[in-house]
């Protein structure tokens, strides 16, 4: 059969590349998918273990394989994914064996959520790291004999999570992996990982999402009309995450609050600018604050923008923010506020101080005018 990449949008050198290794019959034993989150890591290790079995059984076989896959179901692929830590659990328990029933029905769903929408990331309450537990279950795996499938697949999602001892297991498996068993790792920082995993490891580096392919998975994957699929793009930082969150948090909304938090900081009316975001911290939606930060400096780019000439303006319905700001402040560097809210939105996470985030955001914004 021919190798297929039907519903994996964007990523062309990365197809082009998988594809040579398909057919040169010559398949690294691991590699580290590297990149955003929400750009098809997953999903092209998803694809790719189908099309590496493809070459090697007719189309009746390749289904039940595909659609085996597609679940995430063993013996074809093992997916191995962050999970709590259970009460009074050892390093030899299983993964699982001492979650609670209610623990164990939150993987489930999550589980599911993921085989319908690939794209989707795994949330799990307390699950901050990869354990060893997880990683030592593949040793089981790789033991039980199936010679009838030609290649099976371990992904190690969000592999940075992996903690030292889990990562020191994952090496034991990597120096000497039997035949037909391919390790993908995928994750966007995998400076995390020891040198002794990334060097073992084919890297391929993921690009953001084009524009074009970010609308076509909006409307053909997630049903978005396709007007709003073009709006939303080039506010999503090249993430199909941040597109479907800028949707989940009213878009039109996040541009009113966005410039009105903007106007209120500059202004130095820091009661009026908190009040505009307080909303996110009440929901204590760490996703949320990134979306106001990314959404601030894309007008911030809109405006470098604008001083230079370009018409390609993100905030086109509210260019006049930009013309007044540029009348009253010609002469202010942006570089380092942009770099200062990049700072910031990378030490977010589920457990810091939302409201000490959002005092940082007010500072650095007004900053720009004193």
Known sequence: MEINWDGLYGQDNVKALLSKIIDSSNVPH??????????????????????????FI?????????????????PYIKYIFPLPRGKNETESNGPTEKLSEEEIQTIREEIEKKISNPYYKISIPKANTIKVNSIREIKKFISLDFSDIRFRVIIISDAHLMNEEAQNALLKNLEEPPEGIIFILTTPFPNYLRETIRSRCWNIHFNPLQNTALKEILVQRFEVDEDLGIEIAPFSNGSILNALQLIENDFEKLLERTISFLRFSFGKKFNSAYDEISSFLYESDSQSIKLIIQMIITWLNDLQKYRIGSNDIYFADYKETLIKFN??????????????LDNLSSIISNNVNLNVIALNLIFNVASLTT
């Open 30 to 55: 691991a590699f580290l998918f590297q990149g955003i989150d929400g750009i098809g890591k997953d999903l092209t290790a998803f694809k790719f273990a189908e099309n590496l079995n493809a070459k």
């Open 58 to 74: 007719d189309a009746k076989a390749f289904h039940i394989i595909q659609n085996q896959i597609r679940s995430l179901s063993e």
């Open 327 to 340: 009348t009253r402040f010609p002469k202010v560097s942006l570089n380092n506020l942009v770099s200062k």
